[in-house]
């Protein structure tokens, strides 16, 4: 079965301190794995893929397939991260989304 | 240029009505998807559409959930005798060309529906 589990409903830190967003993921196979953001007010959006090995705004994030994990980091957060953050995976050339419950990130001056 | 747009964006309903929802992909994008979000949980896939064929929908619930991509662009989910756990956010995106390996989802603003 596909599953993607996000632990924390909501991160609180203060501005410039690190920040981790824990994803976890369960698939039989070799699956694409994404960040989605979804700011308030706007519609959901891709922060970032795997395959990608790209840091945006900042971000990023390292596909460990031993621990079938998908952490997003930052090492300084900003105010304007402040936002929901979704994990999917996709199967490989599959095409639906599996996505976790999501994590509020909050960001405090 | 104009991404996916949904139609209505709220939609409130007595239970046992009948709903339709539209979605106005991207031009030109192949790809279509409708994804259900119930209140604090991340998107549940529903159906998708490669053109106007209906190539996976084994998300959809229940038989009262019937979707449609007739000219292979503009979608519609319908969902006929409403109940009070339809109530959601009905989220539609759409991807350019055909898959060889992942091409980006570009999701729509969502139609709330409540069910009363």
């Known amino acids: 079965a596909q599953r993607v589990t996000q632990p924390e409903k909501l991160l609180s830190v203060f501005k410039g301190a690190p920040v981790e967003l824990k994803c976890n993921y369960s698939?039989?196979?070799?699956?694409?794995l994404f960040w989605y953001v979804q700011y308030s007010r706007q519609r959901l959006q891709l922060l970032l893929r795997?395959?990608s090995r790209e840091s945006i705004k900042g971000f990023t994030a390292d596909l460990n397939k031993g621990e079938t994990s998908f952490h997003l980091k930052k090492p300084f957060a900003q105010e304007e991260d402040s936002a929901m953050y979704y994990c999917?995976?996709?199967?490989?050339?599959?095409?639906?989304?599996?996505f976790g419950a999501g994590t509020i990130l909050r960001v405090k001056s | 240029g104009a991404g996916v747009s949904q139609s209505p964006r709220y939609k409130v309903a007595k239970r046992g009505q009948d709903v339709a929802l539209r979605c106005d992909p991207i031009?030109?994008?192949?790809?279509l998807f409708w994804y259900q979000q119930a209140l604090g949980q991340g998107p549940e896939f529903l159906t998708y559409?490669?053109?106007?064929?209906?190539?996976?929908k084994s998300g959809l619930p229940s038989d009262r959930f019937f979707a449609e991509r007739p000219e292979g662009s503009v979608s519609t989910l319908k969902i006929q005798r409403t109940q009070q756990e339809d109530s959601a956010v009905y989220l539609c995106?759409?991807?350019?060309?055909?898959?060889?390996?992942?091409?980006?989802?570009?999701f729509g603003p969502g139609t709330r529906l409540t069910v009363l």
């Open positions: 995106a759409s991807s350019p060309v055909l898959r060889t390996i992942y091409n980006e989802q570009f």
């Open positions: 698939y039989s196979g070799s699956p694409e």
């Open positions: 795997h395959i």
């Open positions: 999917a995976l996709s199967g490989q050339y599959g095409n639906k989304l599996v």
């Open positions: 031009s030109g994008h192949v790809s």
């Open positions: 559409f490669q053109n106007e064929a209906q190539l996976d």
